[in-house]
């Protein structure tokens, strides 16, 4: 009777509660009473009035209340499986009294489908799942288990079909509960799920809802909240209103478990059918990256480059603000990296059937990665192996249908062609402009590369030593080497490449600049464009060997000191710092495969005898190391090869190499020769 007169007065209170902490006291007293209850018609009478009690739905947040009633079911359950009936316990004793696991779960079940929602069904049976299975599916029966994920699938399908009905799919409490059970279902339940209906909403919850992503407009609104204080420096004060409204973005229950929804979004990409969905996905995602580069731009915080942040920012905003901001849009921009790369493996493995427009998904894509590229370059793309992935097949794609790639560099062109921005992010935009541009200098016609890329790179190769500009400075050479290697460009490779190579010399720009790795690359490149069969090297014969002199004259001129780690430097086997003179042997030694036959020969011995120049003993092995892997690992052709033998062999090369013991040039006379100047 005491179990009766209890549900009794919860019924009642149900119907009116004054306030949430009211609600949340008579919430967990029900939860205690749910467990509890024996009768399975007091069970399904509960389980149907906390679904459709005015004291609980009558709540303007809605998504609040979908966690709130969830989380109700989920602790019900565990508490009621927590306290299974023992059949050694006298009869009439309490626990033998308690419904099994399999009558109370089907009692709740019965309960949830008396008319209710199917939305309000689906966040009850997600709840008693998440129970089941959190207690490890003691005291439930295999077959009512499967029951309970088909009766969860099957609502779940019905609601998406009901909300897809309507002028707004945006549904953030059925994309939480899918999200939450999505893990615990078997392969065949995660088949059954209406894919083509919960990628759209899912997509639009999460990026587009108030209670997600927002469309990033909460970015524009730190500005107004970032003021000038002490010594001239920003401060964006913890107490501010929009400091406070990206906790609450921060906390909400779609970016809190974004990572989780991320995956649910993957997996549905894979099992769509209808592939027209994944254009409109992507469109969807680049409206929502381009909104966030837009209301980035709109608040101080992007006036200031990352390097400088020590300088013009306050330690509170440094301390606080600032680092849950780029947690959100760290978040952020892994989610779209998880949804662009089952997107590409989908649309590469699907395209022979025709269903998508590939050129125009792949454009999407890069455009996306263009817009989120202010967060991407922060982190560092070289760490993101699902980035690069993303990155390299949209471009591989894209590099196939030239009329598209060239559409795609001029639509992402430089505001000001041949001037350096002093924007970050305009300076973020060039950057992943010149990377695009390095990537489709072999494919488009030399019309672009001479009117576009040359002129883009030229601003950013005369800069001084900018520690802002450095990525840049790269990425320019980089463009710059691709579009002189390139087989269309070789009247722009004829009249540029001088003038590059004495600017590549003259300004000194390594080590100041550029890495080791880059300038090693810069130079074993020009060597091969400037050697046969190229055609650049029938207009300059003898220019990879002046390449090569210079290159030896500034070695003389080097330093034997380690470089410091701040500038890239490699490191040999043992971890120690490369120094200039080292480095610039191993750039001869890398391009000793490009050199002109004839010329290969005379090369060699120049560089073993600077090899042994080297001051430092661990670099000096380093090189040799690196000198023995370019004569035997196939980096020369056969021809070269052969010639390498000989000159090993016959020609003192080993002795010279191995014990420093020139003999290349070595002319004694066999015994009994005659000397040179007999007469007779």
Same mark, same amino acid.
């Given at each position: 009777?005491?179990?009766?007169?209890?549900?009794?007065?919860?019924?009642?209170?149900?119907?009116?509660?004054?306030?949430?902490?009211?609600?949340?006291?008579?919430?967990?007293?029900?939860?205690?009473?749910?467990?509890?209850?024996?009768?399975?018609?007091?069970?399904?009478?509960?389980?149907?009035?906390?679904?459709?009690?005015?004291?609980?739905?009558?709540?303007?947040?809605?998504?609040?209340?979908?966690?709130?009633?969830?989380?109700?079911?989920?602790?019900?359950?565990?508490?009621?499986?927590?306290?299974?009936?023992?059949?050694?316990?006298?009869?009439?004793?309490?626990?033998?009294?308690?419904?099994?696991?399999?009558?109370?779960?089907?009692?709740?079940?019965?309960?949830?489908?008396?008319?209710?929602?199917?939305?309000?069904?689906?966040?009850?049976?997600?709840?008693?799942?998440?129970?089941?299975?959190?207690?490890?599916?003691?005291?439930?029966?295999?077959?009512?288990? &499967?029951?309970?994920?088909?009766?969860?699938?099957?609502?779940?399908?019905?609601?998406?079909?009901?909300?897809?009905?309507?002028?707004?799919?945006?549904?953030?409490?059925?994309?939480?509960?899918?999200?939450?059970?999505?893990?615990?279902?078997?392969?065949?339940?995660?088949?059954?799920?209406?894919?083509?209906?919960?990628?759209?909403?899912?997509?639009? %919850?999460?990026?587009?809802?108030?209670?997600?992503?927002?469309?990033?407009?909460?970015? %524009?609104?730190?500005?107004?909240?970032?003021?000038?204080?002490?010594?001239?420096?920003?401060?964006?004060?913890?107490?501010?209103?929009?400091?406070?409204?990206?906790?609450?973005?921060?906390?909400?229950?779609?970016?809190?478990?974004?990572?989780?929804?991320?995956?649910?979004?993957?997996?549905?990409?894979?099992?769509?059918?209808?592939?027209?969905?994944?254009? !409109?996905?992507?469109?969807?995602?680049?409206?929502?990256?381009?909104?966030?580069?837009?209301?980035?731009?709109?608040?101080?915080?992007?006036?200031?480059?990352?390097?400088?942040?020590?300088?013009?920012?306050?330690?509170?905003?440094?301390?606080?603000?600032?680092?849950?901001?780029?947690?959100?849009?760290?978040?952020?921009?892994?989610?779209?990296?998880?949804?662009?790369?089952?997107?590409?493996?989908?649309?590469?493995?699907?395209?022979?059937?025709?269903?998508?427009?590939?050129?125009?998904?792949? &454009?999407?894509?890069?455009?996306?990665?263009?817009?989120?590229?202010?967060?991407?370059?922060?982190?560092?793309?070289?760490?993101?192996?699902?980035?690069?992935?993303?990155?390299?097949?949209?471009?591989?794609?894209?590099?196939?249908?030239?009329?598209?790639?060239?559409?795609?560099?001029?639509?992402?062109?430089?505001?000001?062609?041949?001037?350096?921005?002093?924007?970050?992010?305009?300076?973020?935009?060039? =950057?992943?402009?010149?990377?695009?541009?390095?990537?489709?200098?072999?494919?488009?016609?030399?019309?672009?590369?001479?009117?576009?890329?040359?002129?883009?790179?030229?601003?950013?190769?005369?800069?001084?030593?900018?520690?802002?500009?450095?990525?840049?400075?790269?990425?320019?050479?980089?463009?710059?080497?691709?579009?002189?290697?390139?087989?269309?460009?070789?009247?722009?490779?004829?009249?540029?490449?001088?003038?590059?190579?004495?600017?590549?010399?003259?300004?000194?720009?390594?080590?100041? =600049?550029?890495?080791?790795?880059?300038?090693?690359?810069?130079?074993?490149?020009?060597?091969?464009?400037?050697?046969?069969?190229?055609?650049?090297?029938?207009?300059?014969?003898?220019?990879?060997?002046?390449?090569?002199?210079? =290159?030896?004259?500034?070695?003389?001129?080097? %330093?034997?000191?380690?470089?410091?780690?701040?500038?890239?430097?490699?490191?040999?086997?043992?971890?120690?710092?490369?120094?200039?003179?080292?480095?610039?042997?191993?750039?001869?030694?890398?391009?000793?495969?490009?050199?002109?036959?004839?010329? =290969?020969?005379?090369?060699?011995?120049?560089?073993?005898?600077?090899?042994?120049?080297?001051?430092?003993?661990?670099?000096?092995?380093?090189?040799?190391? !690196?000198?023995?892997?370019?004569?035997?690992?196939?980096?020369?052709?056969?021809?070269?090869?052969?010639?390498?033998?000989?000159?090993?062999?016959?020609?003192?090369?080993?002795?010279?190499?191995?014990?420093?013991?020139?003999?290349?040039?070595?002319?004694?006379?066999?015994?009994?020769?005659?000397?040179?100047?007999?007469?007779?």
């Amino acid at each position: 009777m005491s179990t009766d007169k209890s549900l009794a007065t919860l019924l009642r209170a149900l119907q009116n509660v004054s306030g949430k902490q009211d609600l949340s006291r008579l919430l967990e007293s029900a939860t205690n009473l749910f467990a509890l209850l024996s009768n399975p018609s007091n069970i399904s009478l509960l389980a149907s009035q906390i679904l459709s009690a005015p004291a609980i739905w009558n709540s303007a947040d809605h998504v609040a209340t979908a966690v709130r009633v969830i989380k109700f079911f989920t602790s019900a359950s565990i508490r009621r499986l927590q306290h299974q009936p023992n059949p050694q316990d006298p009869v009439g004793s309490f626990t033998q009294k308690i419904l099994s696991g399999d009558d109370w779960i089907a009692a709740v079940i019965k309960g949830v489908d008396a008319g209710t929602s199917r939305s309000r069904q689906l966040l009850a049976l997600t709840g008693l799942l998440q129970g089941c299975e959190t207690e490890g599916r003691r005291g439930i029966s295999t077959a009512l288990h &499967t029951k309970l994920q088909n009766s969860l699938v099957n609502t779940a399908n019905l609601s998406l079909r009901s909300s897809s009905q309507g002028s707004d799919i945006t549904d953030p409490g059925m994309v939480i509960a899918i999200g939450l059970v999505f893990g615990l279902l078997d392969r065949q339940a995660k088949l059954s799920l209406d894919h083509d209906l919960l990628l759209p909403m899912l997509i639009s %919850s999460v990026f587009y809802s108030d209670v997600g992503l927002r469309q990033g407009y909460f970015l %524009s609104t730190i500005d107004t909240d970032i003021v000038e204080g002490a010594r001239k420096k920003f401060n964006w004060s913890t107490n501010s209103h929009s400091y406070r409204q990206l906790q609450s973005v921060a906390a909400g229950p779609l970016v809190a478990t974004l990572g989780r929804l991320s995956r649910l979004a993957a997996s549905s990409i894979g099992q769509i059918k209808d592939m027209t969905i994944l254009p !409109r996905m992507l469109q969807d995602l680049s409206e929502f990256s381009r909104s966030l580069s837009i209301q980035w731009r709109q608040n101080k915080l992007s006036e200031i480059d990352v390097s400088e942040e020590m300088v013009f920012l306050s330690n509170e905003t440094i301390r606080t603000p600032l680092p849950l901001l780029w947690r959100v849009l760290r978040t952020s921009m892994f989610a779209i990296i998880v949804m662009l790369t089952a997107c590409m493996g989908r649309v590469l493995s699907d395209d022979p059937r025709g269903k998508c427009d590939v050129p125009s998904s792949a &454009t999407l894509v890069l455009r996306i990665l263009r817009n989120v590229c202010f967060i991407s370059f922060r982190l560092g793309t070289d760490t993101l192996s699902q980035y690069s992935f993303v990155y390299l097949a949209a471009v591989d794609i894209l590099s196939q249908y030239p009329a598209q790639a060239e559409h795609f560099v001029k639509e992402i062109q430089p505001t000001e062609i041949g001037k350096t921005p002093q924007h970050p992010l305009d300076r973020s935009m060039d =950057l992943y402009f010149l990377n695009i541009a390095e990537n489709f200098a072999p494919v488009l016609n030399s019309g672009i590369a001479s009117k576009l890329f040359t002129p883009s790179a030229a601003p950013y190769l005369r800069i001084g030593g900018d520690p802002r500009l450095l990525q840049l400075f790269e990425a320019a050479h980089g463009l710059m080497l691709a579009v002189l290697a390139a087989p269309q460009n070789s009247d722009l490779a004829s009249s540029e490449m001088e003038p590059y190579a004495r600017f590549l010399f003259q300004m000194q720009a390594f080590p100041r =600049l550029i890495s080791p790795r880059q300038f090693r690359f810069a130079i074993k490149q020009l060597v091969r464009i400037t050697s046969p069969p190229l055609l650049v090297s029938r207009q300059h014969l003898l220019l990879s060997s002046v390449i090569l002199e210079t =290159l030896h004259t500034r070695f003389e001129q080097a %330093s034997s000191r380690p470089l410091s780690r701040s500038l890239s430097a490699e490191e040999n086997d043992e971890g120690e710092p490369m120094s200039e003179q080292a480095v610039m042997v191993l750039a001869l030694v890398d391009s000793l495969p490009s050199l002109p036959f004839d010329a =290969l020969e005379d090369w060699l011995p120049i560089a073993v005898r600077s090899i042994h120049l080297i001051q430092v003993p661990a670099l000096q092995h380093a090189v040799k190391q !690196r000198f023995w892997d370019v004569l035997s690992n196939g980096e020369m052709d056969v021809d070269r090869a052969a010639l390498c033998v000989t000159w090993w062999e016959t020609r003192g090369g080993r002795n010279f190499l191995l014990y420093s013991r020139d003999d290349t040039n070595d002319k004694s006379p066999m015994s009994g020769a005659l000397n040179e100047n007999s007469k007779l």
